[in-house]
């Protein structure tokens, strides 16, 4: 998935989307 390795990248260079990331797995 594009998607899910965008997010990746995003972690990376700002830790904000991290709590994104967990918001979208509790929502899977």
Do not use: N, T
Request: proline share 4%.
């Amino acid at each position: 998935m594009d998607f899910f390795r965008f997010l990746m990248s995003d972690v990376l260079s700002e830790p904000a989307i991290l709590v994104g990331l967990i918001a979208l797995i509790g929502l899977i």
